[in-house]
């Protein structure tokens, strides 16, 4: 999801929600532990919470398909992230992101949320167990 800051303006403080599908396939093509990704489901809520302050609630789901450590065989890695993340046009700390030409999008902030969930080593056992 993409936003202009004039878009996001017109809620006036009241949160508003979305909901995206992201294809990521392209991002993965040069990672070799990541054999595939199922399309990513984004579901949120906005909020202008001052000037041009945002906050933006995410719950992340899909699936990533990784290499076993010990054998190689493809293992279904279920993503499930709740993030909250502020975007700001100044930088005020560390915590908020930078608004960059007047435009708030969610694909790279969502991206980089999944790639840094993404274990360095999965075992297909592991996950398994982690399921039941």
Known sequence: MKWS????HKYLGRPFTFETTYDFSQEIENLD????I??????????HLFDDCFTFALHIVG???????RTLDPVIFPIDIHITETFNTQLFDDD???IEKNTV??????????????P???????????QN
């Open 63 to 69: 699936n990533m398909t990784l290499e076993d450590a």
């Open 5 to 8: 800051l004039q878009q996001l």
């Open 96 to 98: 908020s992101r930078l």
């Open 38 to 47: 199922s399309e990513i489901h984004v579901t949120g809520t906005g909020k």
């Open 120 to 130: 360095m080593r999965v075992v297909k056992e592991e996950i398994q167990n982690n």
């Open 105 to 118: 999008d969610l694909r790279p902030v969502v991206w980089e949320d999944i790639y840094l969930e993404k």
């Open 33 to 36: 532990d990541v054999i595939a």
